[in-house]
């Protein structure tokens, strides 16, 4: 069975800094992998996935990722950090032969400072 | 923007009550999640459908829960009855086949059993 491990439960920046919230997957095979953002009493907005190609995957809002198989990680970045980024952040990965169903991380809770 | 749309937003019920969530998936998507989300356990998938059918409920306490698609524009999750431990946010997320383009996730029922 797959799995997802977000060491960070909670991460501070300063505004303007950068940025990196790790991911660590589990599976046997090739996953899919994707990262949520989800405000306040919202739902998961998807930011950016990978299924395949290019290692570095850029997303919305500023946002990039890249799958590094050796490390089986999936790190999310940004090189510039606004107060909107606020927010918490999860890593799924999704398992072709389990109908692609999404195993989710336990999410890292990002604050901002000014 | 197409949206997953979920109601009620919030409900509150006495312990015993029955409850239904419902959920409209994106037109065309073939694939409906639930997922639970909690402080403690984070996000859970109960259950989850292509093309109505019922592929996975392993996720779900078979005993008061059911989860149900009576046509391809709206998906159940009932509880009968309902238990305080059964307060959470219920998200529903729909997709396409190999969830290639990732899910989209309806806004969540917030449930308060009291």
């Known amino acids: 069975a797959q799995s997802v491990t977000q060491p960070d439960i909670h991460i501070t920046v300063s505004e303007g800094a950068s940025l990196e919230l790790r991911c660590n997957y589990s599976y046997g095979a090739t996953p899919y992998l994707f990262w949520y953002v989800q405000s306040p009493g919202q739902g998961l907005q998807l930011l950016l996935k990978?299924?395949?190609?290019?290692?570095l995957v850029q997303g919305i809002k500023g946002f990039e990722a890249e799958f590094k198989r050796s490390q089986s990680s999936f790190n999310l970045r940004k090189p510039s950090v606004h107060w909107s980024d606020a927010a918490e952040y999860f890593c799924?990965?999704?398992?072709?032969?389990?109908?692609?169903?999404?195993?989710f991380g336990g999410g890292t809770r990002l604050m901002v400072k000014p | 923007d197409a949206r997953v749309t979920q109601t009620p937003r919030h409900k509150v019920t006495e312990m015993g009550q029955e409850v239904t969530m419902r959920c409209q998936p994106i037109?065309?998507?073939?694939?409906v999640f639930w997922y639970r989300q909690t402080m403690m356990q984070g996000l859970e998938l109960l259950a989850y459908?292509?093309?109505?059918?019922?592929?996975?409920d392993s996720g779900m306490p078979k005993d008061r829960f059911s989860a149900e698609m009576p046509d391809a524009t709206l998906a159940t999750l009932k509880i009968q009855p309902s238990e305080p431990r059964d307060s959470a946010v219920y998200f529903c997320?729909?997709?396409?086949?190999?969830?290639?383009?990732?899910?989209?996730f309806g806004s969540g029922t917030r449930l308060t059993v009291v």
């Open positions: 037109l065309g998507h073939n694939t």
């Open positions: 459908f292509r093309n109505r059918a019922p592929l996975d």
């Open positions: 799924a990965v999704g398992a072709g032969n389990a109908g692609n169903m999404l195993t």
């Open positions: 997320a729909s997709g396409l086949v190999a969830g290639e383009r990732g899910y989209t």
């Open positions: 990978y299924f395949s190609g290019d290692t």
